[in-house]
């Protein structure tokens, strides 16, 4: 995320998909957006899916395109989560809107008076958190609500760097720990 992205900014687009390397394969040659950064195996620190504890897994891949970043989410297993309630039967499917903030309860809040509900929470290493709600009927996907904080940006900040000039090279790439 650079220094221009403010409170309430959508900053990611996130897709759940049914195969993460042919769609990666289809976004690097057919729309040239690449590196992606594979973080695979992906489970939260203390996931809750409806209030529960969420068990689900998934392998997750980032990339960026003019300023956007997108997200491909590949569940791993058929456990009940925010991401297999969208899963596509085949190919892949618009999932969520990423906002940035830097009160993720506050906004949380205020988009449930707006008539979204909460269904997933997670912590995150260093603190903060993220969240994800339903927006019903008034978007075509969910919103996740991601922490504008010194760790997400230096995360965002990778992703977005290695896109600069990307001749094509190197398209898969891992997420550094």
Known sequence: MNEQ???GAVIQMGYVVDSLDDTIDDWVSRLGIGPWFILPNFSGLKPLYLGKE??????????????MQYELIMPLDEHASVWNQTRPKAGSAFHHFGVATTNVPGRGAALTSKGCRLVYTDELRGGGQVAYLNAGDFLPGMIELLPFDDGFRAMFDLVREASLNWNGDDPIRHMPA
């Open 5 to 7: 992205v403010g409170e």
């Open 54 to 67: 969420c068990l689900a897994k998934n392998d997750l891949a980032f990339a960026y395109s003019n300023g």
